[in-house]
């Protein structure tokens, strides 16, 4: 009798025979008629086998973790339904963060499945096809468990019972849309640099302390509970984008300048979408975490600045926007909460004016700018809303063609005055908010040409509702557009002191808390 | 530069002057005066005059904030696409050379936003 | 020397992650923030099976710890007796 035990495979042994020996070379079809899209970008790829997946994970351990992490959502949500999670948030205001959240991260969640989806089938080796698959799933799987999350909150409060129409029509929610399709039409490279390396590794944890562990801090176990599991799944995206630096640059060194290219613009796309993250950090979470400030310094010059030192051995550099957004950092959360509170009519949330603990948190967060540029701006804003003249800028805002963005940004070296950039393509006019952003354009100006900017779309007639007539003489257009965005105005967003949200809340832990 | 694609393509220009029924856009900025925290675009008729445009468009979106009433129209230093011009108030906006997507901005001297701050 | 960090959800099982990687790196520091915990280590961190063994009283898969994982910092290296994290600057 044959007692001889097989040993266990070791992880890499199980690797290579479940993942690399799947792969096979094509022997009838011609290896670019297979894969189409990997030589239009002018990255060279000389040997696809050097791609190193660090997790080496399996397909059958990721089913089996990934069912882990479902059975763990699960038990939370319900528990948290079960319980009236929603009203165990420190302070009702906090939901409008959630707001903003679930209206633009699900459909950037399904867009990266459908990126991830696509970079599966055409990167030629079997490794980066395994690790794009996984990941391709588990945006899917993020898109799903927020669009779900969404019914946590709609149930009970307003401004986000339509979330996909307004995702592909409200103006702010243009930023990120705009972002994450400008990565959508890139090549498959760039792609991944985008979305793997910038956006994953060197800024979502600019993303994961406010949202996560601010929703924990503030009560909200219900987005604390899908964010985990999002979050748990990230690890490995972030290091897939790690590996793709790698492999690129240790191709070929044709690559590096392309490679770096992608980089600076991607950092910068990445950055300025970040401005609302800023603003929720600062303003939107009753129960600050950390500043915008502070998550900047941490995780982008301190952590993002070792991970560009480890790569300087390839050539790479930190990106040139890099300089602008030190001096940013004191400033773009107040000027989008500014702007917000100013455009309070046109938005899907509600706003507030800091209270008086905010404010001193605020200028001790910011000791260089606060008091200087931005109590004064709260303090008018309170005389108005006092005198019964709440403030609202009543002008639509000229955008940014490439971050699209309202042109809030101001000159990084002067405060006061607003940033303008402008070149001339194909006799049309194009304005930015910045060099980085001018520069993006001038790279692509073809691809930039065809924005949809909101405004210019509510300009040409293209956003009005159903039915209404714009040459009627009693036509309201700005009424016109919010009934289009499915807003009502008044319940869905202005003041929070005064609204259907805060009125509920109320109530309904007066109702959890006591016998009346 | 230039983009890079599978195959070639027309780039539709989104906001061509065309599409919008012969109005232009133009874009507009009180300097130092962030309480509208960015340029605000305006539709525009090319026969509007410059004073029309002060009056019917430029009043109607600035006049809420406290420096407005106090601006002497005389001493505004005006830029048109980030060069300074003086502009003729009863002719058009087409004959002062102001064309679809023209950014004008002015400063106001010695009015900068609520005490000094550009706000 | 930059410092490489992995970041868990606090948790039944990560409190567990945390003492051995305590003990596996002497330099650790650790930094609790709200329903997270983040251990920093100049230059490299290891996670090794054999300590979570110890430390569960269980046999220990590493890849298990995907499970708590939130974010990490420098270059993976796994294999079934070790989770190494480090710089190579």
């Known amino acids: 009798m044959d007692m001889s035990v097989k040993k266990k495979l070791g992880l890499k042994e199980k690797y290579a025979l479940m993942t690399r020996d799947l792969g096979w070379e094509p022997s009838y079809e011609k290896h670019e008629d297979v894969f189409p899209l990997i030589h239009y970008e002018g990255l060279k790829i000389h040997d696809w086998d050097k791609w190193e997946d660090p997790f080496r994970l399996t397909m059958d351990s990721y089913w089996k973790y990934q069912a882990e992490k479902e059975r763990k959502l699960y038990a939370i949500i319900d ?48 490794g980066p096809q395994v690790a794009c698959q996984m990941q391709a799933i588990d945006e899917l799987r993020h898109a799903q468990t927020q669009i779900h999350a969404i019914s946590n909150y709609n149930r009970f409060y307003n401004g986000i019972h339509d979330w996909k129409h307004m995702n592909d029509r409200l103006w702010y929610l243009s930023v990120p849309k705009s972002f994450f399709e400008d990565a959508c039409t890139c090549g498959p490279f760039e792609y991944i640099i985008a979305i793997s390396f910038s956006f994953e590794y060197v800024l979502t944890n600019l993303v994961f302390v406010p949202f996560v562990s601010g929703a924990a801090y503030n009560g909200d176990m219900g987005t604390m509970t899908f964010g985990f599991s999002a979050q748990s799944d990230e690890a490995r995206h972030m290091t897939l984008g790690l590996e793709v630096i790698k492999f690129m640059l240790e191709q070929d060194p044709d690559n590096l300048p392309i490679v770096q290219k992608w980089i600076d613009k991607w950092t910068w796309r990445g950055v300025r979408l970040l401005t609302i993250v800023a603003m929720m950090m600062d303003y939107m979470l009753p129960k600050r975490v950390m500043s915008w400030k502070e998550a900047w310094e941490i995780y982008f010059e301190e952590n993002g600045m070792s991970l560009f030192k480890d790569l300087a051995r390839y050539g790479i550099k930190v ?145 009005f509702a159903e039915g209404d007539d714009p040459t009627a003489p009693d036509f309201d257009p700005i009424a016109s557009v919010l009934k289009y965005w499915h807003i009502v105005p008044g319940k869905d967003n202005g003041d929070f002191a005064g609204s259907e949200d805060e009125k509920n809340f109320a109530q309904w832990r007066g109702m959890a808390t006591s016998n009346q | 530069m230039s983009v890079q694609s599978i195959r070639p393509f027309e780039p539709v220009v989104k906001d061509a002057a065309a599409n919008f029924h012969g109005l232009q856009v133009v874009y507009l900025c009180w300097d130092k005066h962030l309480m509208f925290y960015a340029p605000i675009a305006k539709m525009l008729p090319p026969s509007m005059t410059f004073g029309e445009l002060i009056d019917a468009e430029i009043t109607p979106a600035y006049s809420r904030h406290p420096d407005f009433a106090r601006i002497d129209w005389s001493a505004v230093e005006w830029r048109k696409d980030g060069e300074a011009f003086t502009p003729a108030l009863d002719k058009s906006l087409a004959d002062n050379g102001i064309t679809h997507k023209t950014a004008i901005h002015f400063t106001t001297p010695g009015l900068d936003g609520i005490g000094g701050s550009g706000f | 020397m930059s410092d490489v960090f992995i970041a868990l959800q606090t948790n039944e099982e990560s409190r567990y992650i945390v003492e051995a990687l305590l003990q596996d790196n002497p330099n650790a520091v650790v930094d609790e923030q709200p329903a997270m915990v983040k251990i920093n280590v100049p230059g490299s961190l290891v996670l090794k099976r054999e300590t979570m063994e110890e430390v569960t009283g269980r046999a220990y898969d590493l890849q298990e710890m995907q499970i708590h994982l939130i974010t990490l910092s420098g270059h993976v290296d796994e294999d079934e007796d070790e989770f190494r994290l480090a710089w190579n600057d």
């Open chain 1, 79 to 126: 528990a948290y339904n079960q319980n009236n999670g929603h009203l165990n948030v420190t302070d009702a205001r906090y939901i409008n963060a959630m707001k903003i959240f679930l209206s633009a991260v699900p459909s950037l969640e399904y867009n990266a499945h459908r990126g991830f989806a696509r970079l599966g089938r055409h990167m030629a080796g079997v």
């Open chain 1, 319 to 463: 990106p040139d926007c890099v300089e602008q957004i030190k001096k940013e950092k004191h400033h773009i959360s107040h000027q989008a909460w500014t702007t917000f509170y100013a455009a309070a009519p046109m938005t899907n949330f509600h706003t507030w004016l800091p209270n008086e603990d905010e404010l001193d948190w605020l200028s001790e967060k910011y000791p260089e700018t606060f008091d200087t540029y931005y109590r004064p701006r709260f303090e008018f804003f309170r005389e108005q809303a006092e005198k019964g003249e709440r403030f609202v800028n009543p002008n639509l805002p000229q955008l940014c063609q490439v971050c699209q963005i309202p042109m809030l940004f101001t000159e990084p070296d002067e405060p006061t005055q607003i940033a303008y950039r402008q070149v001339e393509h194909g006799g049309e006019k194009y304005h930015f908010c910045s060099d980085h952003c001018q520069h993006i354009f001038e790279d692509e100006p073809e691809k930039y040409v065809e924005a949809w900017l909101p405004v210019h779309q509510i300009m040409q007639g293209n956003c």
